[in-house]
Nanobody, 123 residues
Framework: QVHLVESGGGSVQAGGSLRLSCAAS?????MGWFRQAPGKEREGVVT????????DYADFVKGRFGISQDNAKNTLTLQMNSLKPEDTAMYYC???????????????????WGQGTQVTVSS
């Protein structure tokens, strides 16, 4: 069982920045950040494979969000810049084993989830 603990959420005005961190109890091949807004399905924000060497960003965050992974500390950090009101959501860290190829880009790759951290962006 892999335990994930997120931190760093909060409230910010549009155009501002936040940094989310995820601490994992052990290393897994796939790690990622997902988000879920009220009334919407959970969607992928960014996924990471191959120890951080392979990343896949959702189009709606490209150029604004950046991911970094510290394999020695089993941490995953999401830097969010130029935040928009539509980025408001609960953000979840997720992890799972990597079976190669584009596996980590799929939501079904993730069977461990954190409790979530709220991000609220006001206009």
């Amino acid at each position: 069982q892999v335990h994930l603990v997120e931190s760093g959420g909060g409230s910010v005005q549009a155009g501002g920045s936040l940094r989310l961190s995820c601490a994992a109890s052990e290393y897994t091949g796939c790690m990622g950040w997902f988000r879920q807004a009220p009334g919407k399905e959970r969607e992928g924000v960014v996924t990471v494979a191959d120890g951080g060497r392979s990343t896949d960003y959702a189009d709606f965050v490209k150029g604004r969000f950046g991911i970094s992974q510290d394999n020695a500390k089993n941490t995953l950090t999401l830097q969010m810049n130029s935040l928009k009101p539509e980025d408001t959501a609960m953000y979840y860290c997720a992890a799972g084993p990597d079976y190669g190829g584009s596996w980590c880009r799929q939501k079904r790759a993730y069977n461990y989830w954190g409790q979530g951290t709220q991000v609220t962006v006001s206009s």
